[in-house]
C-alpha cells in the first residue's frame, strides 16, 4: 500500500541553498567531485534496484492505473483546489473513513484495490475551509461484492450523539445510497453517497454551503466516473503480479520506502498544495511518468522543462508562505531548491521541502527535520546524476 501524502513534496526557487559562486575565468569543480562531498545521510547514493512485484506491489500499481480514471474534484467546483489528498492501494478501513465515511468503510472496506483524491477551498495557511469534496472508486472481487456492499443495512444511520441524517435522492442515480447531514452553525451541509458499477464501488462525499450544490456534485461524479470506466481496461487480478514494475525506468530514480511500492499515475496533481497550479506546472513541463517512494521523481519533456517546474514550484511557494526562508542546515546538492517554512503563519512547527532538477528529471523530498531534508535531496542528486 501506498499512502499519498497531503501534498507534493516540492522546493521553492527563491535561493539556490548550498550553491556556490563561479568567478570568471576560474576553473568550474567537477560536478562528480562535488556530488561526492555531499552529506547524504543513510539515504542511498544509486538508483534502486526494482524488484518483482509482490501482491502488495501489484495492486498497489494496478490502483495508480485505476486513480487516472478519477475526475479532479476541482471540476466539480473550482474553489475546491486546495489542499489536495490522495490514496491508493490495498483494503484500508481506515483510509475509506477518513477520506470519505465510516459508512462507507463498513460497506466496502473489503475492496481489492483502490484509489482516492480529495481536496477543499482552504488555501494553505489561511485555516479557512467552508467547501470540501472526495471522491473514489473501489475494486471489489467481483460484481457480485460490488452488490453485497450496496446491502450494508446501516448505511446513513446515526449514532447515538450525532448528527441527524436525512436520506437524499442523486438525480439520474436512482440505485446510489446518499445520506445529508446538516451543520447549522458551520453553514454547511455534508452529502455522503455510494453506489454499484459492475464490479467496482464508487463513493464520494461533499461539504457544500448551498445544499442544493451537494446531490448534483456527487451526481455528475458518478455519471463521470461511469463512463470513465466504460474504457478501462483493468487487469485481470490473477495476472496482476505478472506487470512489469518499472517499464520506463522512473521508479528506480526516486528514493526507496518501506514497504517499496510504487505507481505512476499521472494524476498526481490531485494530492497537490494547489491543484490547480500543479495541474498546469506538470502540463507545461510535459510530465509524463511519476516514481515513488521516499522521494518523487518526475519526468519532464526535456532539461529546460525540468528547470522550469522546479522554478514554478518555488515562486508559488514563495507567495504562498512569505514567512519561509531558504534552508542552510547543511550544504546543498548544485542547483538545489530548498525552502523551510511554518504550517501555517504564527505555527512554531515548520517543514522544509527541497527539490533538484538534472537532466530531463526532477526529484522532490520533504521533511520535518531540515537537515534530513537536504540529505535526501543530496542523495537523490547523486542518483539522478547517473541518469546521463
Known amino acids: 500500500m501506498i499512502r499519498w501524502r497531503t501534498a507534493s513534496v516540492v522546493a521553492l526557487g527563491v535561493v539556490l541553498a548550498g550553491c556556490s559562486t563561479t568567478v570568471p575565468g576560474?576553473?568550474?569543480?567537477d560536478p562528480a567531485a562535488v556530488a561526492a562531498t555531499?552529506?547524504?545521510?543513510?539515504?542511498?547514493?544509486?538508483?534502486?534496484d526494482v524488484a518483482p512485484l509482490d501482491d502488495v506491489a501489484a495492486k498497489t500499481l494496478e490502483a495508480g492505473r485505476l486513480a487516472d480514471t478519477l475526475p479532479l474534484v476541482n471540476t466539480f467546483d473550482p474553489d475546491l483546489r486546495y489542499n489536495g489528498?490522495?490514496?491508493?492501494?490495498t483494503p484500508s478501513m481506515m483510509a475509506l473513513q477518513m477520506t470519505l465515511s465510516s459508512d462507507v468503510s463498513k460497506a466496502a472496506g473489503d475492496f481489492v484495490l483502490g484509489a482516492m483524491f480529495g481536496?477543499?477551498?482552504?488555501?494553505?495557511g489561511s485555516g479557512k475551509r467552508k467547501k470540501d469534496m472526495a471522491v473514489a472508486v473501489l475494486r471489489m472481487a467481483d460484481a457480485g461484492a460490488a452488490n453485497r456492499a450496496m446491502e450494508y443495512k446501516d448505511f446513513g444511520k446515526a449514532d447515538a450523539g450525532d448528527q441527524p441524517r436525512t436520506p437524499v435522492t442523486l438525480p439520474g442515480h436512482p440505485s446510489a445510497k446518499a445520506v445529508s447531514t446538516e451543520w447549522k452553525s458551520l453553514g454547511t451541509t455534508t452529502f455522503t453517497a455510494m453506489m454499484a458499477s459492475g464490479e467496482y464501488v464508487l463513493a464520494a462525499t461533499a461539504t457544500t454551503v448551498d445544499p442544493a450544490d451537494g446531490p448534483k456534485r456527487l451526481s455528475d461524479f458518478f455519471s463521470d466516473q461511469q463512463k470513465a470506466l466504460a474504457d478501462f481496461k483493468a487487469?485481470?487480478?490473477d495476472k496482476l503480479t505478472a506487470q512489469q514494475p518499472d517499464p520506463n525506468g522512473v521508479v528506480r530514480l526516486a528514493l526507496p520506502q518501506d514497504p517499496k511500492t510504487w505507481t505512476t499515475a499521472t494524476k498526481a496533481a490531485g494530492r497537490n498544495d494547489d491543484v490547480v497550479a500543479a495541474e498546469k506546472r506538470m502540463k507545461d513541463a510535459g510530465v509524463d511518468y511519476i516514481g515513488y517512494g521516499e522521494s518523487t521523481v518526475f519526468?519532464?519533456?526535456d532539461a529546460a522543462a525540468a528547470t522550469g517546474f522546479a522554478k514554478s514550484v518555488g515562486d508559488w511557494y514563495r507567495e504562498t508562505y512569505p514567512d519561509g526562508s531558504a534552508s542552510s542546515a547543511i550544504k546543498a546538492a548544485p542547483g538545489s531548491l530548498c525552502w523551510t517554512y511554518p504550517r501555517y503563519k504564527g505555527s512554531k512547527d515548520s517543514k522544509t521541502a527541497c527539490a533538484v532538477a538534472h537532466g530531463r528529471y526532477v526529484a522532490t523530498v520533504s521533511d520535518e527535520q531540515a537537515v534530513k531534508a537536504i540529505q535526501a535531496i543530496n542523495a537523490s542528486y547523486r542518483i539522478l546524476s547517473d541518469t546521463e
Do not use: Q
Open 85 to 89: 489528498s490522495g490514496y491508493l492501494g
Open 119 to 124: 481536496a477543499n477551498d482552504a488555501k494553505p
Open 38 to 48: 555531499l552529506d547524504t545521510g543513510s539515504f542511498p547514493k544509486a538508483p534502486m
Open 299 to 301: 519526468r519532464t519533456k
Open 235 to 237: 487487469v485481470p487480478l
Open 26 to 29: 576560474a576553473p568550474e569543480a
